[in-house]
C-alpha cells in the first residue's frame, strides 16, 4: 500500500492565537510544542506533538472553526484526559454510538472539534 500513515492534522485557529493554543495544548492536554520552521514560523500559528501524533495550528482569516470535522484522537487514558479538561474548565460529552470504544468530543478554546479515543 502506498500509503504509511498520519504525520500531522492542521486545525485552523485566528490571527494571534498562539498564546492560547499553547495554554490548552501543551498547558491542559500535555502535548510539546516543537518549532516551525523560519518560514513557516512567520506565518504564525504553532506545532505540537505528543508520541507520533502532531497537531498544526494555522493561521486562517477569515477564520471559522470547524464544528464537525476533527481529529480522532487515540489515548491510553481517557479518564485522565476528561480530568485534564474538566480541571482547566472545558466541556466534553460522552459518546458511545460506537459499541465497545469509549470516546468523547470536546472543543479546543479556538471552537475546533476534536474526539479523544481510548485504545
Known sequence: MMLAGLHHVQVAVPLGAE???RAYYVGVLGMTELPKPPVLAARGGCWF?????EIH???EEPFAPARKAHPGIVVTDIDAVAAALTGAGHEYTW??????R???H????HGNRLEFIQQ
Do not use: C, E, K, Y
Not at 95 to 100: G, S
Open 19 to 21: 498564546d492560547v493554543s
Open 106 to 109: 470536546t472543543f479546543d478554546p
Open 95 to 100: 459518546d458511545d454510538t460506537i459499541p465497545d
Open 49 to 53: 506533538a505528543a508520541g507520533n501524533l
Open 57 to 59: 495550528t494555522g493561521v
Open 102 to 104: 469509549r470516546r468523547m
